[in-house]
């Protein structure tokens, strides 16, 4: 009941001028944010996979993900450039349009400029 009422609260908060003035605000700050522009790169990708059939992500698999990007430290494991761990993007072994799937199996970071460049000679 009592968390009816502070949802409830919340919600009219939301709803207000004020309130969403602020959501905007935060999500603007989000969006720009390495982990926001990752996140957006991921719910992009997720889109596409759902429509070309191949979406076989689980929730548990954004964790290892995650354990994979700490695995290189925050370096490309292509070109070798340290470039943070937050800035590593998704790439598809297999492209999706190739017949790829995705799944934690087919993924491995990379760093945007070899990922756009991969995409390049693959004709993506
Ligand atoms: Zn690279």
């Known amino acids: 009941m009592v968390i009816e009422k502070e949802r409830e609260r919340k919600r009219i908060y939301n ?4 309130g969403k003035q602020i959501r905007l605000r935060c999500e603007r700050n989000y ?3 390495p982990k926001g522009k ?8 997720k889109r596409r996979a759902r429509k070309l059939n191949v979406d076989f ?3 548990w698999m954004d964790i290892v993900w ?3 990007k700490i695995q290189t430290n925050g370096y490309c494991p292509l070109c070798h450039k ?7 993007t998704m790439d598809h072994i297999i492209p999706l349009s190739k017949g790829g ?3 934690i199996d087919n993924v491995q ?3 945007g400029s070899c990922n756009s460049k991969k995409s390049n000679k693959l004709g993506l």
Do not use: A, T, Y
């Open 101 to 103: 799937i995705h799944r």
């Open 82 to 88: 340290f470039i943070g761990v937050d800035k590593l």
């Open 109 to 111: 970071p990379m760093c």
């Open 66 to 68: 995650e354990q994979m």
């Open 38 to 45: 990752e996140n957006r790169r991921k719910q992009w990708q």
């Open 31 to 33: 969006n720009e944010s």
């Open 57 to 59: 992500w689980e929730p």
């Open 15 to 18: 709803e207000s001028p004020r």
